[in-house]
């Protein structure tokens, strides 16, 4: 995106970029989730998953080209 968002954002929000700097992202999509979504999400369960693959970087694949 090249423009900020026009529309007011709220609840479970997800992002897809790549972090330019200590504060900012080169976003490229955003996902608002509907209420539905994110009263049956579960924050304390998504976060132990980050820490997770962030200690586990190895066995998590986020995409792009597998190399043998």
């Not at 897809?16 to 539905?36: I, T, Y």
């Not at 999400?41 to 066995?59: I, P, V």
Request: contains cysteine; aromatic residues 6%; negative net charge.
């Amino acid at each position: 995106m090249q423009e900020p968002l026009s529309v007011h954002v709220a609840g479970l929000t997800e992002v897809h970029g790549q972090v330019a700097s200590r504060n900012s992202l080169q976003c490229d999509n955003v996902v608002v989730f509907p209420d539905e979504a994110t009263e049956k999400f579960d924050m304390a369960l998504y976060q132990k998953a980050l820490e997770l693959t962030q200690r586990c970087s190895n066995h998590y694949i986020q995409g792009g080209i597998m190399e043998d």
